[in-house]
């Protein structure tokens, strides 16, 4: 099964930024919604940003709005994560995937690594 690939996490100060990289190939991808998710230690996976087919439209969690950005290249299959002003709390591991427009949920069970995301305070 296809799963997207994500990268560009690291070690950051608080106060720092990061982009991060998806690239998630294929029909299965490329038309749908696509969201960035996280899990920090010992919580359950949540949502953090979506945004739709044509990179028109998004929408985020309230702990990021105003901080990240997503955005995608349709051509390069590409979703992006760009992260500002991060803080000890965004620490966690990220992960993209397809979102049900309008909600914060995955709408495809298989996940890929993911990326690590450290903020030193």
């Known amino acids: 099964q296809v799963v997207p690939v994500e990268s560009g996490g690291g070690l950051v100060q608080t106060g720092g930024s990061l982009r991060l990289s998806c690239v998630a190939s294929g029909r299965t991808f490329r038309t749908y919604p696509m969201g960035w998710f996280r899990q920090a230690p010992g919580k359950e996976r949540e949502f953090v940003a979506a945004v739709n087919w044509s990179g028109g439209t998004t929408y985020y969690a309230d702990s990021v709005k105003g901080r990240f950005t997503i955005s995608r290249d349709g051509a390069q299959n590409t979703v992006y994560l760009q992260m500002d002003s991060l803080k000890p709390e965004d620490t966690a591991v990220y992960y993209c995937?397809?979102?049900?427009?309008?909600?914060?949920?995955?709408?495809?069970?298989?996940w890929g690594q993911g990326t690590l995301v450290t903020i030193s305070s």
């Open positions: 995937n397809r979102v049900r427009w309008g909600t914060r949920t995955n709408s495809l069970d298989a």
